[in-house]
């Protein structure tokens, strides 16, 4: 199993990026995907979590109404659209795979300046 983020940088608060997960090494179509993020000096934490039809999609409070998570089963890929980042919002974003064995990616770097 391989998860490559991409997408990540720096913004001023208030913009917008959009992070990409692409998968590989497993049926891409059956598992839940999520991003979790992890800031400095705190838990890693739960952001978002798509089932694999993307009929249920779950955010936690601090991102709902300005984050969506979607993903393209044919392209084996989840994104996450972020929009009017606030610097709380800075953290490394790390994908997951909810495979039996359960999978990370390596992280990509948001920052947000204020």
């Known amino acids: 199993v391989q998860l490559v983020e991409s997408g990540g940088g720096l913004v001023q608060s208030g913009g917008s990026l959009r992070l990409s997960c692409a998968a590989s090494?497993?049926?891409?179509?059956?598992?839940?995907m999520s991003w979790f993020r992890q800031a400095p000096g705190k838990e890693r934490e739960l952001v978002a979590i798509i089932s694999p039809s993307s009929s249920s999609i779950n955010y936690a409070d601090a991102v709902k109404g300005r984050f969506t998570i979607s993903k393209n089963n044919g392209k084996n890929t989840v994104y996450l659209q972020m929009n009017n980042l606030k610097p709380e919002d800075t953290a490394v974003y790390y994908c997951?795979?909810?495979?039996?064995?359960?999978?990370w990616g390596q992280g990509t770097q948001v920052t947000v300046s204020s």
């Open positions: 997951r795979a909810h495979t039996q064995a359960g999978a």
């Open positions: 090494g497993f049926d891409f179509g059956l598992f839940y």
